[in-house]
């Protein structure tokens, strides 16, 4: 293995999220390009949470300055800002639609850092701000039966099709409960994350023998796709009369980052998105797939999505592009004795460039695409080194 790369990676990494700290809390990116020089519940989280694998003091401490910030910025509903400008003069709760990831990543962020540096200090200046965020998300859940349901637009991937009940979401609430339990010592939260597992289970893998289960939330729709259901992967979203059965790679990754499923189900899923989504000839994960091209049932749908210029042309954005953040998590929550040889492949990909970090490549070209310098990206990496090197999950 060459562990030089490797090594170099990052400290490269490392090396941009220092650039990133700011007294407020992380940037999004270097690039003063929209609003991404500004302090983001989605960017800032997933930067503190690598930066508590590292143990690095002084990238800790800017963790715990964007946990307070995003705090000093909850509205009065209990809502998490997606991002603010350090001067605290501009802050966005979303665009069309409110980010509801940026509240979720703020309430894993905050427990994690506690449940890491046992800080109990800390947690107390925060108590308030995540039991009103809990409430909050569970107002999200509007039929009241422990499903978060997502507007178009309503998480990280912004300009894409994913709505009603995404994967994704449900699989990062399950992770602010599971933590909010543990941190707050509520008992109520402890079944109220056992209740979302079961219905996990029973309704993204629709299989013939939970066609009688009580956890099933559209028992129709349920009965209609469980012939076409193709296991072992489960479905994307699904909503009022429609399930999706699309690769969400990112969700897939948090999935294994969980105990939602057992070690057997998890080899399964890890195999089959590696042999079915994965460049032969350039190793970093897709955030979606297949891809939506011209012709497809989604496509007007996705053409119509977007805040300033269509970006999700077909293998480019979330349609296609290739991911450094999806593909560290993916590997990160691998179990296998192919960690170190995917592990230097990353770096490899990342220096290829000079270490631009760029937000993804093109599904085709492999070009480096998007906002670069982005914290996200380099975060995924330290993840996923951390994890494969030291064997220290992102979560505790």
């Known amino acids: 293995m060459n562990e030089t790369k490797t090594e170099e990676a990052y400290a490269r990494s490392i090396e941009l999220l220092k650039h990133l700290a700011h007294e407020k809390g992380f940037f999004a990116s270097i690039e003063d390009i929209a609003n991404y020089k500004r302090v983001w519940s989605r960017d800032g ?57 940026a509240t979720i990543w703020y309430v894993i962020g905050v427990c994690q850092y506690t449940l890491r540096k046992n800080d109990q200090d800390f947690f107390n200046t925060h108590r308030e701000a995540v039991e009103r965020a809990l409430f909050y998300l569970e107002c999200l859940e509007l039929n009241g039966r422990g499903l ?28 602010a409960l599971r933590d909010g339990a543990r941190t707050l010592g509520r008992d109520d939260l402890h079944k109220k994350a056992d209740t979302l597992r079961d219905i996990i289970v029973v309704n993204y893998f629709p299989l013939k023998e939970n066609l009688d289960n009580l ?28 399930a999706v059965d699309q690769v969400d790679t990112l969700a897939n990754a948090l999935l294994l980052l969980s105990d939602i499923i057992d ?65 560290g998590f993916f590997i990160a929550s691998l179990k296998d004795d192919d960690g170190l040889a995917r592990l230097q492949s990353f ?17 085709k070209t492999h070009e480096a695409k998007g906002t670069k310098e982005l914290g996200f990206s380099a975060s995924s990496y330290i993840i996923a080194h951390n994890a494969i090197i030291n064997n220290d999950s992102i979560f505790v």
Request: glycine share 8%; charged share 20%.
């Open 347 to 363: 770096a490899e990909i990342l220096s290829r460039d000079g270490y631009i970090f760029p937000e993804y490549f093109h599904g």
């Open 215 to 242: 956890s099933i939330y559209n028992p129709k729709l349920f009965a209609r796709i469980v012939d076409t259901y193709r296991p072992p992967l489960p479905l994307a979203y699904f909503t009022t009369n429609t």
């Open 263 to 327: 070690d057997e189900h998890k080899q399964a899923i890890g195999h089959t998105i590696l042999s079915q989504c994965m460049d032969k000839e350039f190793s970093i994960l897709p955030a979606f797939y297949p891809v939506i091209t011209k012709g497809d049932h989604n496509w007007e749908h996705l053409v119509n999505n977007f805040a300033f210029t269509f970006k999700n042309e077909a293998y480019e954005y979330h349609n296609g592009g290739l991911w450094p953040l999806v593909h």
């Open 45 to 101: 989280m997933i930067a503190g949470l690598a930066s508590l694998t590292t143990n690095d003091e002084e990238l800790i401490a800017t963790h715990r300055a964007t946990c307070n910030t995003l705090r000093d910025h909850q509205d009065r509903t209990g809502r998490i800002p997606s991002n603010v400008t350090a001067e605290g003069d501009k802050v966005s709760y979303g665009s069309s639609v409110g980010r509801i990831d």
């Open 148 to 175: 978060l349901y997502i507007p178009e637009g309503g998480d990280w991937a912004d300009e894409y099709v994913n709505q009603g009940y995404v994967l994704f979401d449900e699989i990062l609430y399950y992770r």
